[in-house]
Each structure stands twice: as structure tokens, then as C-alpha cells.
């Protein structure tokens, strides 16, 4: 069995490749290379792949767009299904009703939940969870090995969340109740009783593991760890428009400068604030700051229009946030972290509030009686427009971005998915990394899962 | 008239309803009526029995031309069989354009059972008609045949 | 009885994978009954050591090999390719593998038009040339796995219900082959069908269905007699799983779009579906966008490229 574990090459090796990187989404190579002394020179990682969504939704009839684009991630489709959605309601001009409204933001914020406990507990949690002897060799089933409770009660909650998607909407994975004007079906009462119960397991496990994490994970952050590819960058989330507090359905986006001080732009006006640069050696895009006027560069001493996505840069960005549990968690993240936070490996500690947040508010949003309100979807009708539709995705910002046609067919598609932003990030963060772990040739298998690690955290 | 493409005889394959399209091509053979040889018949006992992928799986085996002959309107022995096979082509003809298959290709025709000469002549229409268009590019040999170079001067 | 097993992922988007730990409890029983030494999104065994050689990739020899997705690039190629010569058995897992899947639907498009697109004119891009370095160049289309390799079992759905999953990797587990249905979703919905012909057109998902919200739904018309696209009838059952369930989308409200592909191996859907319709009295001249009906099964050949794209 090939692995990485306990490999020392004393001799300085010109290129080192990480392929695949493991425990992420998707496909990705990390591709090293050391000059004769032994030390990183040059430290990439190349995304593999690329499936040409925004060409072939063209020619679409747009209301059917949102049942496809799903199928760009598998661990997320309600995101895609719901910033799909929105922007179909920006080019037919449609109107959700309320009760369409809220059903919208439940399953969001819901899917958000199996999400984030899929990635904590299978994807990065092997790496703090198994002896750290074994540190390149983490998987979920060693940690059922070694600790078989807390494996049941991890799967059977995503399990929980999954099947309160799917006992409502149908499916879990690649939905389809989300339509343009609302959502395809009303919520019952039973059904409403049922969830409710459900969610409140949700958030009792929620806070389970914050507590958990933060006394057999964080507890052991060492420097080290809290350095491990450090970089300073800005943020970018979704905000209430009104006061500034997190948000992950229905907002406008903020982002924030490494100094704290930030600009605000609808969703529809993403062009104006950020770019996408293109690199000869990946398919995915980098996108950055335009709004900074400084252009873009990923070198580690001098990086211009960098910005990150996803949990740690949302808790960075908002002033606050809404539900009680989650908030106190925040005030208590800043009083250690301060805010920005900027170490990378916060991340996971980011990503726990909000999934603290994200079980308070399915509670919330199931505790509001016109959730029941039989009035879920208002007829839509094709025609000419453009929109742009916004989410906060586990893994950043989300844009779909459509224009039709007169009969409502798509005519031109662009989209910036969630991890794209922080593709940048983690090209840096590698960087770090390798540079920091890997000297004078010495190669080893904890310095090479380090650097996995740190690419983890961002759970691209 | 020279060949267009030299050397290319059309496979053309016919599902003949047994009532009226198959007889008129009994009638023929005894009649000693003429029709390319290149025709190959399959006797169904009525048009609308042709499911549409038989003919689309008849183009993806390499036939350059596909007849489907049934019964005059009103004459179908089975009432409406014939009327069910025009609706059915429209199924056909869409797959057909998305394959990338010249219209020319696939023809409904009708064709009564004392018609033998009608007979001859439909077949003898579609014969011309692909030798001018050339083989199906399913066809595994379609390569062999070329356009003749006297017809692309012209 | 135990089982090694590798898993890839090709031109897909990881749902499979995530269907089987939707099995919840039993996935993990499940996969403790395979010793896995290969699966990229769970466990960390790679492709190359460190000391720099990128020319073999590395999969160890299994007696089971699920791949999931479609084979878009030469890597993907390689990949499966090595994963046929190391796994007896392989499996085509989920509709991606089977029949193309979603991303088959670039075979409608040049690829050039893909990259003009997003490298020079999507806004907000700083336009560039595309890139080339170090990343697998595409193959002419997106294929079905069985296109590439030979497959010994497909497992279609997109994904696949978990209880299909778990019942086709046990049965592979007893060394017999594991069942599919051999029926249409239409066999598993619960829908009032009241003959036909009551329909006369199909009308656009842009109004709901009509159902009494606090019935179930064997109390809804069938979606199609409501004038609906509903795929159910040239798409093969096992959305609802092995419990007797409805149809997942039915449950939803919302006509099939046919993710478990044909209902045979070699079916057609469009061909199916308008054969379906015509033969049923439907004028098929509005219906809007064909070609999405094959949006899951455009590999073998089904989707072809055109010069442009229209709005049809």
C-alpha cells in the first residue's frame, strides 16, 4: 500500500507530486519543486479538472437549469439548486411568496448542516483524531475503530439531516423542490412537528461537538499548527443588509480588506469587485479583489487582491450573528482570535460556530408558524432578463449569473462557485507550507500530509 | 448521368406492412416489376409496429436509407395502425436530426397491395435519392466512397 | 467474507459516494465488510511516492473496483484503465459512469467553445490563453465508463438510492451479481393514472402541479395526464429505493427528469419519451429544449456536437 507516511528522501527529489489530494472534493494535484539545495522553490496546486457548466446550461429552458446544475457538487446541491433558483427569479422577474421564502432558506441552511459534519468528522477530523504517529493515515474508519461511539453518533446525525431533507423535499442529494417563484410543495404540520424535533437533536449535537472539538482539538493547536500555511488575506461574505449580521440565504456581500475595513455590493454587481485570473497550469480560475485596484499576485511576499471565502472569512465579515448560542461562541472566538482571524487552521473552529448558527436557525425558521402557509410557489412566466443569484455555500460565496432569452431560455451563463474564491488562498497556503516543512531536501510524510492539511481546512 | 459517388449501391432496408405494402412487393417479384436490388425487406403485419429504435438501430448498423410502408389512410387493416406510424414518425425524424442523419434518409410511405409498380417506383426514388447524398456515415465502409472528381469540378 | 476494494472518481461530482454514507448506520458496517485501499475522498492512499515519478499511477490490485463518473480527460483514461487492470470486478457506479450524466451535455458544445468562454469572455475574467500546463488535455467527448473499458456491472441513478447501493455491494460480497429493476419509475408511483390521451400538450414546469396539498400522492394525477414532462416512463425504477417508496421527485411534487437513465441498457430517452408522446395524441412541437432529454444519458453518441448552439 503506497502512502505517504514516515517517507524521508535524504536526497534533494526536483519535483514532488500529491496526487490525488485526499479528503476533498474534487480533483486536485499538488505539484512541488525543489532546487538543488533541497528547498521549495515553486509550490502549486493544479485543479484537474473541468466540466463546462456555464457552456452547456446555454440553450436551456432556464427553469430546468436549476434541476442540473445541482449535479456540480454532490456534497452541496442545495446550494447550486438555490442560488440557481434565484437567478432564474432575477431573469422572469419573479416573486417568492413568503412561506416560498422560508422553505427556501430551511433547506439551505439545513444541507449547510450534514455538510459541515461531513467534512469535520470524515474529511479533515481523521487528521486530529487518529494517533498522531499515523497522522497521514486518518480516515473514518479508523476513527470507528478507535472510537466507535463517537463514529455512530457522527454518521447517524448526518444521516438525521439528511433524511429531514428527504422525508420533505424528496431528495437529499440533487433536489429539485426549490423552482423558480418558490418551492414545489407546502410544508404540513406533522411534517413541520417531526422536523422540529429532529432539528432540536440537530443542535443538542451541535453543541456537542464545539465542545468536543474545542477540548480534544483546538486545546491542541500548537504553534505550529496555528501558523500552518498563515497567510494574510481579506474576506469576503454574506451579510444582513441592515445590521450587518451573518447571513447565508438573502444578503448582500461584504468584503473586507486584511485591515478590517471593508466595501458592500449586491450580488449583481460581482464584476465591479471582483476578477478572475487565469494560470496556464489549472483549469479553475483564480478570482480577486478588482475592487482594490492592486491586480492580483499569489507570491507569498507580495500578495495583491487576495481574499478567502468560506466559514472563517463569513465569521470574520459579519458584525455578529443572530442566534444566541452561535453568538456567544463568536464573542468568545474574537476574544481569543481577534477579527480578522487570520490562521488558517481556525477554519475548522469557524466552520463549528456555524454549524452552531446553522442548527439554531433551522430551530428558528421551524418555530415560524407561516412556514406551514400552503401559498408556496407564485406562477413565473418566461421572458428576457438577467440575474444574478446569490448564497453563502459551505464553501464561500456563490454566484450563478443568467441571462434569457424572450422565451426564457438561457442565452449566457457565468458562475463563481464557492471554493473557486479561495483557490488563491490555498495556492499560498501550500506555499507556506512546503516552504516552512521542507528544507535541504528533507522530505517527510508528516511534512507532506501538513501540507494536505492545510489545504483541507478550507474544505475545497 | 455518372455515378456521384462511384462504386456506392445504397442498403436500404423496408418494413413492409403484411397486408398491403409486403403484397405489392409479392405482386412485383411475380410481376417481374423492376426495383434496385439493394433492398432488403422485413414483413411486419403493420406499420404503427415498427418502434422508432428499430429504425434508429437500423441507421446505427450502417443502413443508408430506411422505407416504413404501410397501408393508404383509411385502408389500414387494423383501422388506425397506419395513422399511429405518422404520429410515430415524428419521434423518428427528431432523433434522426439530432444523429445528424440526412431527412432524405427515412421515408413513411403508403402503398396499397395491387400497387406493385408504386411499389417499384418508391423504392427506385429512394435509390436515387441516397446514391445522389452518398453512404450514411454509420456505415463502417461509408470511407471507401467518395464524390467522383468530375462531379467536384462541377 | 471480505472484499478489497478501489474507488475512483472520474468527470463527476462525488453524490454517489455521498449516497453511500447516506446509508447511514449500514455504510459503515458496510464498508467495514471491504478492506479499502484505495478511495481518494475518504482515505489517503495516492497515486505516486515522493520521490518525483509521475509516469505510473498507482492502484492496488482488488477484487472490486467502483468507479463513479464519466471519462472526460486523458488522466480520467489512464485512471480507468489502470483500475480495469488491477480490480476483478468493476462497477459503474452511478449515471455518470453508465451513460455520460449531466456533464455529458458538453458533447452538444466544441470544446474550444467552452474555453473562449471561460477563459476570454465570461465577465469579469482577465481573458488569456488556455491553459495547458501540467493538467490532462480532454478527450474528444465525455464517455461512458463502458465506452472505455469493459464494465462487468452497471449500478445506475444519480445518484443511486443508498438501498440500492447497499444491496448491489452485498450481493457483490456473496459473489452472486446484484439485480436491478427491469421496470419503469412508473411501476413505483403511486400517482392516479386515468387512461389516456387527456393531455394534448406539454406545458413548462413553471407552475405547480396540481395536488391537494394534504393528500397523499396517490391522490395526484399522474404528472404526465396534467400535461407535465415526467421521464417516469422511459426511466428505470429505483429512485425510491428497495422499500416500496414513490419516485423521490414524485414525492416532491415535481415530474422525473430520468437520472437512472434508460430503462434498458441501450435505451434511448429521447427517442422513448417522444415515441411515448406522439403515440399518446401529445403535440411534442412545444416542447421546449429536446435535447434535455437526454441530459443523462448524451454519451455513446447520443448527444452530438452542433456548429451552434440554438435555443431549442
Known amino acids: 500500500m503506497r502512502q505517504t507516511v514516515a517517507e524521508s528522501a535524504s536526497v534533494s527529489a526536483r519535483e514532488i507530486t500529491i496526487e490525488p489530494v485526499t479528503r476533498i472534493e474534487g480533483h486536485a494535484r499538488i505539484g512541488l519543486r525543489l532546487d538543488e539545495s533541497g528547498n521549495v522553490v515553486e509550490a502549486r496546486v493544479h485543479i484537474m479538472s473541468m466540466r463546462g457548466f456555464e457552456k452547456f446550461i446555454e440553450g436551456r429552458a432556464a427553469e430546468e437549469v436549476p434541476g442540473i446544475v445541482t449535479r456540480i457538487c454532490g456534497i452541496c446541491p442545495w446550494q447550486h439548486h438555490l442560488a440557481s433558483n434565484k437567478a432564474v427569479d432575477g431573469c422572469f422577474g419573479s416573486e417568492v411568496p413568503p412561506a416560498g421564502r422560508l422553505l427556501r432558506e430551511l433547506t439551505q441552511v439545513l444541507a449547510h448542516i450534514s455538510d459541515k459534519v461531513l467534512h469535520f468528522f470524515f474529511l479533515a477530523g481523521p487528521d486530529f483524531f487518529v494517533d498522531s504517529h499515523q497522522c497521514a493515515a486518518g480516515n473514518i474508519m479508523k476513527i470507528a475503530a478507535q472510537a466507535p461511539e463517537l463514529a455512530k453518533r457522527v454518521i447517524e446525525m448526518r444521516y438525521r439531516g439528511q433524511m429531514m431533507l428527504e422525508k420533505f423535499a424528496g431528495r437529499s442529494i440533487h433536489p429539485d423542490a426549490i423552482v423558480p417563484g418558490g418551492f414545489s410543495k407546502p410544508m404540513s404540520r406533522p411534517e413541520r412537528e417531526q422536523l422540529h424535533a429532529d432539528a432540536l437533536d440537530q443542535l443538542d449535537f451541535a453543541r456537542f461537538a464545539l465542545d468536543f472539538a474545542k477540548e480534544r482539538v483546538f486545546s491542541r493547536f500548537d504553534a505550529g499548527l496555528m501558523q500552518l500555511g498563515e497567510i494574510n488575506t481579506g474576506f469576503l461574505g454574506m451579510v444582513n443588509p441592515e445590521d450587518g449580521g451573518l447571513e447565508l440565504s438573502d444578503g448582500i456581500l461584504r468584503l473586507m480588506r486584511p485591515d478590517g475595513t471593508f466595501h458592500e455590493f449586491l450580488g449583481r454587481e460581482y464584476t465591479d469587485f471582483i476578477g478572475e485570473h487565469v494560470e496556464p497550469w489549472s483549469y479553475a480560475k483564480f478570482p480577486y479583489a478588482r475592487a482594490w485596484g492592486e491586480g492580483f499576485s499569489m507570491l507569498l511576499d ?23 448560542l452561535a453568538q456567544a461562541e463568536l464573542l468568545e472566538f474574537r476574544s481569543l482570535f481577534g477579527r480578522p482571524a487570520q490562521s488558517t487552521m481556525l477554519y475548522h473552529w469557524a466552520r463549528l460556530i456555524e454549524l452552531l448558527y446553522a442548527c439554531e436557525k433551522v430551530v428558528e425558521l421551524l418555530d415560524n408558524p407561516a412556514i406551514t402557509d400552503q401559498h408556496v410557489r407564485n406562477d413565473v412566466v418566461p421572458k428576457a432578463g438577467r440575474g444574478v443569484g446569490c448564497v453563502e455555500a459551505p464553501r464561500g460565496t456563490l454566484i450563478h449569473d443568467y441571462s434569457t432569452d424572450e422565451n426564457g431560455f438561457i442565452t449566457r451563463a457565468n458562475l463563481i462557485v464557492g ?39 478550507y474544505d475545497p | 448521368m455518372p455515378d456521384i459517388y462511384p462504386g456506392f449501391e445504397p442498403r436500404i432496408l423496408a418494413f413492409t406492412c403484411n397486408w398491403c405494402s409486403y403484397a405489392a412487393a409479392d ?80 421515408r413513411l410511405v403508403w402503398c396499397s397491395s395491387a400497387e406493385a409498380e408504386g411499389f417499384a417506383c418508391l423504392v427506385r426514388e429512394t435509390d436515387e435519392a441516397l446514391r445522389v447524398i452518398g453512404p450514411s456515415k454509420y456505415r463502417k465502409d461509408a470511407s471507401k466512397y467518395s464524390k467522383s472528381e468530375l462531379i467536384q469540378c462541377l | 467474507m471480505s472484499l478489497t476494494l478501489c474507488s475512483e472518481a472520474l468527470s463527476g461530482c462525488s453524490g454517489c459516494e455521498m449516497s453511500l454514507l447516506n446509508a447511514g448506520g449500514s455504510s459503515l458496517s458496510l464498508l467495514d465488510r471491504f478492506d479499502i485501499l484505495h478511495m481518494p475522498i475518504l482515505m489517503d492512499h495516492k497515486y505516486f511516492d515522493s520521490s518525483g515519478g509521475t509516469q505510473e499511477i498507482d492502484i492496488p490490485k482488488a477484487g472490486l473496483g467502483l468507479i463513479s463518473g464519466g471519462v472526460r480527460n486523458e488522466q480520467q483514461l489512464r485512471i480507468a484503465e489502470k483500475m480495469r487492470r488491477q480490480c476483478d470486478t468493476i462497477v459503474a457506479f452511478g449515471t455518470c459512469a453508465a451513460y455520460g450524466g449531466i456533464p455529458a451535455m458538453m458533447n452538444l458544445f466544441e470544446d474550444e467553445d467552452l474555453f473562449r468562454r471561460y477563459y476570454r469572455t465570461a465577465e469579469g475574467t482577465d481573458a488569456a490563453p488556455n491553459p495547458l500546463q501540467v493538467i490532462p488535455p480532454f478527450l474528444e467527448r465525455t464517455f461512458a465508463l463502458d465506452e472505455k473499458i469493459a464494465v462487468d456491472f452497471i449500478l445506475p441513478g444519480c445518484p443511486p438510492h443508498p438501498d440500492v447501493i447497499t444491496s448491489a455491494l452485498e450481493s457483490i460480497l456473496e459473489g452472486k451479481s446484484p439485480q436491478l429493476s427491469l421496470l419503469s419509475v412508473c411501476d413505483s408511483c403511486p400517482a392516479k393514472r386515468e387512461g389516456k390521451g387527456s393531455a394534448q400538450r406539454i406545458r413548462r414546469f413553471v407552475k405547480n402541479a396540481r395536488y391537494q396539498p394534504d393528500k397523499p400522492i396517490s391522490e395526484m394525477r399522474c404528472l404526465l395526464d396534467q400535461g407535465l414532462l415526467c421521464m417516469g416512463p422511459v426511466t428505470l425504477a429505483g429512485c425510491a429505493g428497495m422499500n416500496g417508496g414513490p419516485p423521490r421527485c414524485i414525492e416532491a411534487r415535481v415530474p422525473c427528469r430520468g437520472c437512472h437513465g434508460p430503462v434498458r441498457k441501450g435505451g434511448n430517452q429521447i427517442l422513448d419519451i417522444l415515441n411515448g408522446l406522439v403515440s399518446n395524441g401529445i403535440d411534442t412541437k412545444n416542447l421546449p429544449d429536446r435535447l434535455s432529454l437526454l441530459r443523462f444519458s448524451g454519451a455513446h453518441g447520443r448527444i452530438k456536437r452542433r456548429s451552434a448552439p440554438k435555443a431549442d
Open chain 1, 419 to 457: 471554493t473557486t474564491h479561495n483557490l488563491a488562498p490555498i495556492n499560498m497556503s501550500v506555499n507556506r507550507v512546503a516552504r516552512d516543512l521542507i528544507k535541504n531536501g528533507e522530505v517527510t510524510g508528516e511534512a507532506l500530509n501538513r501540507i494536505e492539511m492545510a489545504v483541507r481546512a
Open chain 1, 302 to 324: 507580495d500578495p495583491r487582491g487576495i481574499y478567502r471565502t468560506n466559514c472563517l472569512a463569513r465569521i470574520n465579515v459579519a458584525d455578529f450573528i443572530r442566534t444566541p
Open chain 2, 27 to 106: 405482386l412485383a417479384g411475380t410481376a417481374r416489376v423492376q426495383y434496385p436490388a439493394s433492398l432488403r425487406i422485413i414483413r411486419v403485419m403493420c406499420s404503427v409496429m415498427v418502434h422508432p429504435s428499430l429504425v434508429i438501430e437500423a441507421f446505427e448498423r450502417g443502413a443508408d436509407g430506411v422505407l416504413v410502408m404501410g397501408c393508404h389512410p383509411g385502408e389500414c387493416y387494423y383501422q388506425d395502425g397506419n395513422q399511429k406510424a405518422k404520429a410515430r414518425s415524428v419521434a423518428i425524424e427528431e432523433v434522426l436530426a439530432i444523429m445528424g442523419i440526412e431527412p432524405e434518409r427515412y
